[in-house]
């Protein structure tokens, strides 16, 4: 990963000296993924990082590959170590979005700075993903991929939404994929009208099935979902209606466009919807960026008039929810590109499992 060139950007965009804290910031700019991280990095170029001695050995290895950064490690009281580090400032911008007002307070009380909320640069820079990234995307898509290939093997190992969740986790495991910070969604019969369901130990039946997982590669995330039917014909109703939600995800994916705005997007995909008399069964927007989080700019609903940028990843994912009934949900990772949309997974959207 280019870890100099993003530690560069972001100081060119400074005023004043930045505390990252962020543990997605923090892996964005110098890899570090330990749970106690703190890296001042200065207007003029260059930084410190201070952790604590469990990561000392880490981090050092970690920033050999950013000249520029030093490392400081401390045993002991973490505000004496800052003040050390923050030493001679007069000013110090915090991310507004990655503290406490906790942490906010005890810098001022023990170091003497008043920190001010530092502007959403690391936002913007994340956005966009390089080709490093979209690399680890792709890897990660891959391995999600392959599992849901291998789906008709895992569901012969699994007798519950429960069992089928951790094959589909080992079965990306095995394709490159680590197990995401976040349990795959496997939700049969009407379970399925829930979006967000909590996957339990519910036998899967022989019907309605949907899935909504995925995998880290590098820390970047997949994430896609599918809808099948497991045995016999499908229901017609259910049928019917997964061919709306594919509808309005193929239409949302077409206006996915270098200048189309997150409204705009979510609205090609929602006229679908409401054409049909599913509107009302829509529960949610229709997709959000991915990258080192699950969910992270930019988000494609209703009132965002912000453009989508070449280099963005985001999900597209209509669904239509029938309580007591089940649910469709289909799911898709688009990288925008300068000609249009370029879908990163690959697996069949047909309701019929074979």
């Known amino acids: 990963m280019p870890f100099a060139a993003r530690l560069d950007a972001l100081s060119d965009r400074l005023e004043c000296p930045l505390l990252v804290t962020r543990a997605p910031n923090l892996q964005y700019l110098i890899g570090f993924t330990g749970s106690n991280g703190y890296l001042l990095v200065r207007p003029d170029g260059g930084g410190v990082f201070l952790t604590d001695g469990r990561y000392g050995e880490t981090a050092a290895a970690r920033l050999r590959a950013v000249p520029g950064v030093s490392l400081e490690v401390y045993v002991g009281d973490l505000w004496k170590a800052l003040g050390g580090v923050l030493g001679g400032l007069d000013r110090v911008g915090l991310e507004?979005?990655?503290?406490?007002?906790?942490f906010a307070r005890h810098l001022r009380e023990k170091t003497g700075l008043t920190p001010e909320a530092g502007p959403g640069i690391l936002g913007d820079l994340r956005r966009s993903k390089d080709e490093a990234e979209i690399e680890a995307l792709r890897?990660?898509?891959?391995?999600?991929?392959?599992?849901?290939?291998?789906?008709?093997?895992?569901?012969?190992?699994?007798?519950?939404e429960s069992d089928l969740s951790w094959e589909l986790a080992a079965e990306m495991r095995r394709h490159g994929g680590e197990?995401?910070?976040?349990?795959?969604?496997?939700?049969?019969?009407a379970g399925a009208s829930v979006p967000h369901y909590e996957t339990g130990r519910v036998p899967l039946g022989a019907g309605l099935l949907l899935l909504d997982y995925g995998c880290l590669v590098d820390g970047y995330h997949s994430d896609m979902s599918r809808t099948v039917w497991l045995e016999g014909p499908p229901d017609p109703a259910l049928a019917q209606v997964h061919r709306v939600v594919v509808a309005a995800e193929e239409a949302g994916i077409a206006a996915c466009s270098p200048g189309a705005t997150g409204h705009e997007v979510d609205e090609a995909a929602r006229a679908v919807l409401r054409a049909a008399g599913h509107e009302e069964h829509f529960l949610h927007s229709t997709g959000h960026g991915v990258g080192l989080e699950i969910h992270e700019p930019p988000w494609l609903r209703r009132g965002n008039e912000d453009p989508l940028q070449v280099g963005d990843v985001v999900t597209v994912e209509p669904g239509v929810y029938l309580p007591g009934v089940g649910g469709v949900r289909v799911e898709d990772m688009v990288l925008i590109t300068a000609?249009?949309?370029?879908?990163?997974?690959?697996?069949?959207?047909e309701l019929e499992l074979t």
């Open 96 to 102: 507004a979005d990655g503290v406490t007002w906790e």
């Open 139 to 160: 890897a990660a898509a891959a391995a999600g991929d392959a599992a849901f290939a291998s789906l008709a093997l895992l569901l012969g190992r699994a007798a519950t």
């Open 179 to 189: 197990r995401a910070d976040w349990e795959p969604i496997v939700a049969a019969g």
């Open 339 to 349: 000609s249009g949309p370029e879908v990163i997974t690959g697996s069949h959207r």
